[in-house]
């Protein structure tokens, strides 16, 4: 019988995703840090998760020059995984709209806005000029129109690309006769942008492009309690310094495969407590402690698929815990309740 190996040495482990790099390789991971409520949680034993239960998530990644292995880590807590459930599910329908839109640019033959069925759409690139080389299979409208809806500088690129093709094809019009079609479905296009006819889709208004990135997860920086490290600073005062982390998720709409990024940073920080909540003092570039902080980044792009995973994994991990561990916690809430109504029941017959 075969072994294992990476259910013994990645016991918590619950996800990963893993990928090649210029230098090296990455990796994402995802670890299940949940523990049930004990006495030693601020809880009722209903509430069946520790408040100190964490999804710890990890980015490696490995130089094959250097031989160097990094690892930046953060913890996304329970309570906030909903909010992360919300706003992916908002950023997969926009996704899913934007690339319906492009794929669907117009109305049926018949219908009003019939430039659709015209030349400038139906006429398109069968070899993509150099410097476009994503042109292929694309009609002059149809490029024109996403440029309208991605707004002024694509619109100005996009209509030089296709006045420089223009006269490159009527440079070789005495040579091959096939291209004055793409040269007339060229001045078609220009034509309806300058007469406002791209200006709308289906009666709708244009829409502006998306932001680069749009935030999903952005929660404060928070610290490792438990890691910390001694130093001493330029007065020869020895101070404690604890690791940090700084999580972000965030939508990537524009890009073609991968649309969210995860990005992690770890530094070792100052704290100070401040009516009665922890204050982080981070350390600067000029301060002589700068060396001590120790800080790293590193980012992993998902695929929209691979996001998904990232966020369901999570979920039904959640789910399946509670429901391993209700039984015994409802047999012991069962019992502290019981046991409080006979002490009270005792307390009234003395």
Same mark, same amino acid.
């Given at each position: 019988?075969?072994?294992?190996?990476?259910?013994?040495? @990645?016991?918590?482990?619950?996800?990963?995703?893993?990928?090649?790099?210029?230098?090296?390789?990455?990796?994402?991971?995802?670890?299940?840090?949940? %523990?049930?409520?004990?006495?030693?949680?601020?809880?009722?034993?209903?509430?069946?998760?520790?408040?100190?239960?964490?999804?710890?998530?990890?980015? +490696?990644?490995?130089?094959?020059?250097?031989?160097?292995?990094?690892?930046?880590?953060?913890?996304?807590? !329970?309570?906030?995984?909903?909010?992360?459930?919300?706003?992916?599910?908002?950023?997969?329908?926009? $996704?899913?709209?934007?690339?319906?839109?492009?794929?669907?640019?117009?109305?049926?033959?018949?219908? %009003?806005?019939?430039?659709?069925?015209?030349?400038?759409?139906?006429?398109?690139?069968?070899?993509?000029?150099?410097?476009?080389?994503?042109?292929?299979?694309?009609?002059?409208?149809?490029?024109?129109? *996403?440029?309208?809806?991605?707004?002024?500088?694509?619109?100005?690129?996009?209509?030089?690309?296709?006045?420089? *093709?223009?006269?490159?094809?009527?440079?070789?019009?005495?040579?091959?006769?096939?291209?004055? %079609?793409?040269?007339?479905?060229?001045?078609?296009?220009?034509?309806?942008? *300058?007469?406002?006819? $791209?200006?709308?889709?289906?009666?709708?208004?244009?829409?502006?492009?998306?932001?680069?990135?749009?935030?999903?997860?952005?929660?404060?920086?928070?610290?490792?309690?438990?890691?910390?490290?001694?130093?001493?600073?330029?007065?020869?005062?020895?101070?404690?310094?604890?690791?940090?982390? $700084?999580?972000? #998720?965030?939508?990537?709409?524009?890009?073609?495969?991968?649309?969210?990024?995860?990005?992690?940073?770890?530094?070792?920080?100052?704290? $100070?407590?401040?009516?009665? !909540?922890?204050?982080?003092?981070?350390?600067? %570039?000029?301060?002589? !402690?700068?060396?001590?902080?120790?800080?790293?980044?590193?980012? @992993?792009? +998902?695929?929209?698929?691979?996001?998904?995973?990232?966020?369901?994994?999570?979920?039904?991990? +959640?789910?399946?815990?509670?429901?391993? #561990?209700?039984?015994?916690?409802?047999?012991?809430?069962?019992?502290?309740? @019981?046991?409080?109504?006979?002490?009270? *029941?005792?307390?009234?017959?003395?």
């Amino acid at each position: 019988m075969g072994s294992n190996e990476k259910a013994r040495s @990645y016991p918590k482990q619950i996800f990963d995703a893993k990928k090649s790099t210029k230098t090296g390789s990455q990796a994402i991971v995802i670890e299940d840090r949940l %523990s049930r409520v004990d006495d030693s949680a601020n809880a009722t034993y209903l509430e069946l998760v520790h408040p100190a239960s964490v999804y710890r998530v990890s980015i +490696l990644t490995i130089n094959d020059e250097t031989k160097k292995k990094e690892v930046v880590k953060a913890n996304i807590r !329970l309570d906030e995984l909903a909010l992360i459930g919300i706003r992916l599910k908002r950023a997969e329908e926009k $996704l899913f709209d934007m690339r319906f839109d492009l794929a669907t640019p117009g109305p049926s033959v018949g219908e %009003s806005g019939g430039i659709f069925q015209t030349a400038a759409f139906t006429e398109r690139f069968k070899i993509a000029p150099p410097s476009f080389p994503d042109w292929k299979n694309k009609a002059p409208g149809e490029l024109l129109l *996403q440029a309208v809806r991605e707004g002024a500088e694509s619109i100005k690129r996009t209509m030089d690309g296709l006045q420089n *093709q223009k006269n490159f094809l009527v440079s070789k019009l005495a040579q091959y006769r096939a291209n004055q %079609s793409m040269i007339d479905a060229i001045d078609m296009a220009f034509r309806f942008y *300058q007469e406002g006819e $791209l200006n709308q889709t289906e009666g709708a208004p244009v829409q502006q492009a998306a932001p680069a990135e749009i935030p999903i997860y952005e929660p404060n920086e928070k610290t490792f309690r438990s890691e910390t490290k001694e130093v001493t600073d330029a007065t020869g005062k020895k101070k404690e310094l604890v690791n940090s982390y $700084l999580l972000r #998720i965030t939508f990537l709409p524009q890009n073609k495969k991968t649309n969210y990024k995860v990005y992690i940073q770890n530094q070792y920080v100052d704290t $100070l407590k401040k009516d009665g !909540l922890e204050q982080i003092i981070h350390i600067g %570039s000029n301060d002589p !402690l700068a060396a001590k902080a120790d800080r790293k980044e590193a980012a @992993y792009y +998902l695929t929209s698929n691979e996001m998904v995973e990232f966020y369901e994994t999570m979920k039904n991990n +959640l789910e399946y815990y509670k429901m391993a #561990i209700y039984k015994q916690q409802r047999a012991e809430d069962e019992r502290i309740f @019981y046991d409080n109504r006979r002490r009270a *029941q005792e307390k009234q017959k003395g």
